[in-house]
């Protein structure tokens, strides 16, 4: 049975896969992979650190994955369609698949904030991105980018 004794010691990948235009601002984020270390294969754990002024992500919603966060560490801000909601250790938030209310977490403390983010790890997915002019295909397991048109981003 695989074990991590300690998740924040495994290497953190920061930045992002986005595509230029939006990728900047994302080397504040850091996460770190505990999918496959644990032998997991349906579902995917990252545990995540933002880093003062940071963000998890543009603000999304997916077609066929489920997503949710569990606060462990520090405060964040959730920002939906609804508004803006603080988060903070002990408090998750869940956002099931085809619900169209687009999200994300922003680090606007002064101290670093930590959460596991647990979703579905499907091989063909769709995430719409409200705010820019993004959305992404994923088909069997890989990414690609498009304007909202349809144009690839490269």
């Not at 650190?49 to 959730?78: F, I, N, Q």
């Not at 920002?79 to 998750?92: F, Q, Y």
């Not at 904030?113 to 994923?138: H, N, Q």
């Amino acid at each position: 049975m695989p074990v991590i004794d300690d998740p924040m010691q495994m290497p953190g990948r920061r930045g992002t896969i986005y595509p230029a235009p939006f990728a900047r601002g994302f080397e504040a984020r850091v996460k770190r992979a505990m999918t496959e270390a644990l032998g997991l294969t349906q579902f995917g754990v990252n545990l995540t650190t933002l880093e003062p002024g940071a963000m998890s992500s543009l603000r999304h919603w997916h077609a066929k994955e489920d997503e949710c966060v569990y606060m462990l560490e520090g405060e964040l801000v959730l920002v939906t369609d609804d508004g803006e909601r603080v988060l903070t250790p002990g408090m998750a938030a869940g956002f099931p698949a085809g619900e169209a209310n687009g999200h994300h977490l922003v680090n606007r403390s002064t101290a670093p904030a930590t959460y596991l983010e647990i979703g579905t790890r499907s091989k063909d997915e769709d995430a719409t991105y409200p705010d820019v002019d993004l959305r992404v295909e994923k088909r069997d397991g890989k990414f690609r980018f498009f304007t909202k048109s349809g144009e690839p981003y490269e």
